[in-house]
């Protein structure tokens, strides 16, 4: 499923002026490390989340 739409990356690349494929690509990569950073924090939040629950004797 794309980021955006075809219509979306062709508009952003004639407003900066380089070509809808070069766009795209920005964009791919723009969202893989949208999905990095989302595993990232999960894998953060999941360290630190025994650090607040409350210990069971």
């Known amino acids: 499923m794309p980021f955006l739409s075809k219509e979306t990356t062709q508009a952003i ?3 900066a002026g380089i ?3 070069r766009a795209q690509a920005a964009l791919e990569r723009t969202q893989a490390a949208l999905v990095r950073a989302e595993a990232e924090v999960t894998r953060f939040r999941e360290a630190l ?4 629950e409350p210990q069971l004797p």
């Open 49 to 52: 989340l025994p650090l607040f």
């Open 13 to 15: 690349a004639r407003i």
């Open 19 to 21: 070509g809808h494929q």
